[in-house]
T-cell receptor
Framework: AQKVTQAQTEISVVEKEDVTLDCVYE???????LFWYKQPPSGELVFLIR??????QNEISGRYSWNFQKSTSSFNFTITASQVVDSAVYFC??????????FGTGTKLQVIP | DGGITQSPKYLFRKEGQNVTLSCEQN?????MYWYRQDPGQGLRLIYY???????QKGDIAEGYSVSREKKESFPLTVTSAQKNPTAFYLC?????????????FGAGTRLSVL
């Protein structure tokens, strides 16, 4: 079974600041996928990024980037130049054996104008 | 527009009453899921269905029941056996029951006890 730790319960930043959301996971699976989802105040979760355990190359997609380090079981997510619309709860979610997603407890991000 | 529709948005349950939450998708996805979200917690899996006429218990299935008679529909019934039903319920779907699949979510149903 997977276990996910998102140690940051709430983060507040001023608009245009960069912010990094931390995620540490535990898994016995040798291959797995890692996801980040965003839950705005409306309640509907929205997919952001996905990474498989074979590929540790870090990427940038627009204002989003992620740092995946298999050796430390971390999958951190960075928003560059934050905007008020980024205010939401962000969930890290690994998926391994049995194809069931395990969601972390989430990090609530507040971007102050 | 393709997506997942959950109804109602708000639901109130009386003592001893069963209530049913609706979830409909027009994405032609095989897999569907029900999650429960409590304040300050992540999502916990209640039931999932890999394909029509098949469903499996998730981590917290006690007090809940589901059916999957049609590909596009996966209703969740909260029975009177569920003693603490107040929560936010989210339905999701994915193309297949594969771990790399992205899940697509509905807007949720907030259930409260009268």
């Amino acid at each position: 079974a997977q276990k996910v730790t998102q140690a940051q319960t709430e983060i507040s930043v001023v608009e245009k600041e960069d912010v990094t959301l931390d995620c540490v996971y535990e898994t016995r699976d040798t291959t797995y996928y890692l996801f980040w989802y965003k839950q705005p105040p409306s309640g509907e979760l929205v997919f952001l990024i996905r990474r498989n355990s074979f590929d540790e190359q870090n990427e940038i997609s627009g204002r989003y980037s992620w740092n995946f380090q298999k050796s430390t079981s971390s999958f951190n997510f960075t928003i560059t130049a934050s905007q008020v619309v980024d205010s939401a709860v962000y969930f890290c979610a690994p998926t391994g054996g049995y194809q069931k997603v395990t969601f972390g407890t989430g990090t609530k991000l507040q971007v102050i104008p | 527009d393709g997506g997942i529709t959950q109804s109602p948005k708000y639901l109130f349950r009386k003592e001893g009453q069963n209530v049913t939450l609706s979830c409909e998708q027009n994405l032609n996805h095989d897999a569907m899921y029900w999650y429960r979200q409590d304040p300050g917690q992540g999502l916990r899996l209640i039931y999932y269905s890999q394909i029509v006429n098949d469903f499996q218990k998730g981590d917290i299935a006690e007090g809940y029941s589901v059916s999957r008679e049609k590909k596009e529909s996966f209703p969740l019934t909260v029975t009177s056996a569920q003693k603490n039903p107040t929560a936010f319920y989210l339905c999701a779907s994915s193309p297949l029951w594969e771990r790399e699949n992205i899940q697509y979510f509905g807007a949720g149903t907030r259930l409260s006890v009268l």
